[in-house]
Nanobody, 125 residues
Framework: VQLQASGGGLVQAGGSLRLSCGVS????????MGWFRQALGKEREFVAG????????YVREALKGRFTISRDNAKNTVYLQMNSLKPEDTAVYYC???????????????????WGQGTQVTVSS
């Protein structure tokens, strides 16, 4: 299983970005997908997640209304649409996959089976 994250960049506050996470070798062990972020000096935190099988989506409470997660089954790609970006959204964003959504939502990094490389998102004020 390989996860390839892309779409990060530099954006002004109030702008938008869409991150993509392509999944190769998708199996039942990657049914749950998630986006995480880690700001400098802070712990990695759960941002959003979804399941391939049911399409159920989960977004961190504080980010609801600005961030949306979606998927394209045909392209084996998960997206994170980020709107109204703020400087505090600056972080390295990672996509991850696991068999169960509960593991993703709990954000227990050491228990999550698959990680992609990070993509930097920088929001300028």
């Amino acid at each position: 299983v390989q996860l390839q994250a892309s779409g990060g960049g530099l954006v002004q506050a109030g702008g938008s970005l869409r991150l993509s996470c392509g999944v190769s070798g998708r199996t039942f062990k990657t049914d749950a997908m998630g986006w995480f972020r880690q700001a400098l000096g802070k712990e990695r935190e759960f941002v959003a997640g979804l399941t391939w099988s049911r399409g159920a989506t989960y977004v961190r409470e504080a980010l609801k209304g600005r961030f949306t997660i979606s998927r394209d089954n045909a392209k084996n790609t998960v997206y994170l649409q980020m709107n109204s970006l703020k400087p505090e959204d600056t972080a390295v964003y990672y996509c991850a996959a696991d068999e169960t959504m509960s593991t993703i939502v709990r954000g227990q990094s050491t228990q999550i089976d698959y990680w992609g490389q990070g993509t930097q998102v920088t929001v300028s004020s």
